[in-house]
């Protein structure tokens, strides 16, 4: 089903050739820790014809402790036939729905139609909402409040003003029974030292960019800072839980109260040339920050 492609050939003869040496008795898979990452490995070990057992090492940094913890914890590769078989299944989808439709839809047209897996379902989604949005009309309605004190009791979106009134009324003066109450509390615990120097690793980690889906030195995506930065609990900076990390190498949110020339001399000192992908530094200046300096 899969070929190999001519700029491919000469890569793919080095790794089949090493699967078969007589001296390999077994694998690591040690590819992106995904459905992606999988798929490869396995279309590249089953084209080679190899059968040897593997492992699976599952990271999501390359920090030199997080690949030292995943050799030591390497876990059967069987434990990963669902993925495979999960990736499998989109890459076919792609090429079943995605490039037959595309084609089909082209035919039938005789203009280009480009369907896709994702694409298609998600543009459906948006159209229907937007059909909903257009005849969309206005309806009027009722709340019914009903309580004593602290304690009180609703029904919203009743149809007439009538049947509210009738409501209301039927509680008038009568007598509610609680016949049940729930209590929750939620608390956050404070995040322990060792937690903390975690953390701060991993967000020094993700603030240096991506490589791939791991990170090194360098620039990072333009959403890396909010969508991390949900991952990551407070900091001793003050940073609070949740909230996106500093953007490239501009200061966390509320730490750069010394004004915009202070923040400039501060990113000159950084050592750029350790960051191989390049640094940008991110500033929004108003008149009042330059007359203050």
Not at 22 to 28: D, I, N, Q, S
Not at 51 to 77: M, Y
Not at 178 to 202: F, G, H, I, N, P
Not at 215 to 227: I, L, R
Request: glycine share 6%; net charge positive.
């Amino acid at each position: 089903m899969f070929e190999v492609t001519k700029d491919k050939a000469q890569q793919f003869k080095v790794l089949s050739a090493l699967m078969k040496d007589k001296r390999v008795t077994e694998l690591v898979c040690a590819t992106d820790a995904g459905r992606e990452g999988e798929l490869i490995f396995r279309l590249v070990y089953n084209k080679a014809g190899c059968t040897k057992p593997f492992k699976r090492l599952w990271i999501s940094s390359l920090e030199d402790s997080a690949i030292r913890e995943g050799f030591n914890h390497l876990r059967d590769g069987k434990e990963y036939d669902r993925l495979y078989e999960a990736a499998l299944s989109r890459s076919k989808a792609d090429w079943i729905v995605g490039i037959n439709g595309t084609r089909l839809f082209t035919t039938l047209y005789h203009k280009k139609l480009v369907v896709g897996r994702v694409q298609t379902p998600t543009l459906a989604m948006l159209v229907e909402r937007d059909g909903k949005i257009s005849t969309f009309q206005k309806e009027k309605y009722f709340n019914v409040h009903v309580g004593k004190g602290d304690l009180t009791a609703d029904l919203e979106k009743v149809k007439t003003e009538e049947e509210a009134k009738r409501i209301a009324a039927a509680c008038e003066k009568k007598q509610a029974v609680v016949s049940s109450l729930k209590r929750e509390t939620k608390t956050v615990d404070m995040l322990t030292s060792k937690a903390l120097q975690d953390c701060a690793e991993y967000c020094a980690t993700l603030k240096c960019g991506r490589a791939g889906n791991y990170s090194s030195a360098g620039v990072q995506p333009t959403q890396t800072n909010v969508a991390m930065g949900e991952m990551c609990w407070a900091l001793p900076s003050g940073r609070k839980a949740l909230t996106p990390l500093a953007d490239t190498l501009s200061a966390e949110q509320h730490m750069d109260v010394n004004g915009p020339l202070a923040a400039i001399q501060s990113y000159g000192k950084i050592n750029h040339s350790a960051c191989t992908n390049g640094t940008i530094l991110n500033m929004w200046i108003s008149k009042t920050d330059l007359i203050a300096e």
